[in-house]
Nanobody, 119 residues
Framework: QVQLVESGGGLVQPGGSLRLSCAASGSIFSINAMGWYRQAPGKQRELVAAITRGGSTNYADSVKGRFTISRDNAKNTMYLQMNSLKPEDTAVYYC?????????????WGQGTQVTVSS
């Protein structure tokens, strides 16, 4: 069984910063692509940023230049550094990973962490 656990969410003022972490654990042979998604109330879940095992990244236009995704393959951990936060960044942020176990390749999600940007 694989678990993805997010941490680092919270309440921050506009213009502030937060760093999210996503730690994968369990019977993991390898992790391919990983990504951060978010879902605001009444809206669909959207991709925020993604990163390949080799470190190639892509970002939603709304966060380019403000957010940075990274990962530590040795620790099976992914990060999202969020700077210059705006109220519209308020959402539940979810971690996603493409994981290879004895069951083969499967897609896993974390439980989500709330990020609230408000004065």
């Amino acid at each position: 069984q694989v678990q993805l656990v997010e941490s680092g969410g919270g309440l921050v003022q506009p213009g502030g910063s937060l760093r999210l972490s996503c730690a994968a654990s369990g019977s993991i042979f390898s992790i391919n692509a990983m990504g951060w998604y978010r879902q605001a109330p009444g809206k669909q879940r959207e991709l925020v940023a993604a990163i390949t095992r080799g470190g190639s990244t892509n970002y939603a236009d709304s966060v380019k230049g403000r957010f940075t995704i990274s990962r530590d393959n040795a620790k099976n951990t992914m990060y999202l550094q969020m700077n210059s936060l705006k109220p519209e960044d308020t959402a539940v942020y979810y971690c996603n990973a493409d994981v290879y176990t004895y069951l083969g390749w499967r897609d896993y999600w974390g439980q989500g962490t709330q990020v609230t940007v408000s004065s």
